[in-house]
């Protein structure tokens, strides 16, 4: 058993959120990571596309989830699955705070970037 004390965790703040990582296998996890997103009113993330299914447990605020050609709008107590190979975009409608999970090497990549620029984000390794 590992116990990540909250004096442990990662922040990491970009111009699109705060990840915040609870445990993560460079943490001493096994294989998945958890983190914490919180993003401002109006706060947008690039249009981009992971090599895992990831899934989003929205604690507080809403936002509009591009995924694919479809558009969600979550709200705080929804929780949503983001598939494999999707291309997402997640833009906050109001303030927005969401707990993520995924395997702890997904890998990223901006819509249109070519296969030598994808990378493991550091809230994720």
């Known amino acids: 058993m590992t116990v990540i004390r ?4 990662r922040r990491t703040e970009t ?4 990840m915040t990582t609870l ?7 096994a294989t ?13 993330g690039p249009l981009h596309v992971f090599d895992a299914e990831q ?9 509009t989830v591009e995924l694919g050609d ?4 979550v709200a705080a107590g929804d929780t949503v699955v983001l598939p494999a190979g999707v291309a997402r975009r997640i833009t906050a409608e109001a303030a927005f705070s969401a707990v ?19 990378f493991t984000p550091g809230w994720i390794a």
Request: net charge negative; charged share 20%.
């Open 32 to 44: 998945n990571s958890l983190w914490r997103v919180e993003m401002k009113e109006g706060g947008q």
């Open 100 to 118: 993520v999970t995924a395997p702890g090497g997904a890998r990223v990549f901006k819509v249109g970037d070519p296969e030598e620029d994808r």
């Open 6 to 9: 909250s004096t442990e965790a």
């Open 70 to 73: 479809d558009t969600l709008t």
């Open 55 to 63: 899934i989003w447990a929205v604690v507080s605020g809403g936002a």
């Open 23 to 29: 445990a993560s296998p460079t943490q001493g996890g």
């Open 15 to 18: 111009p699109n959120a705060v």
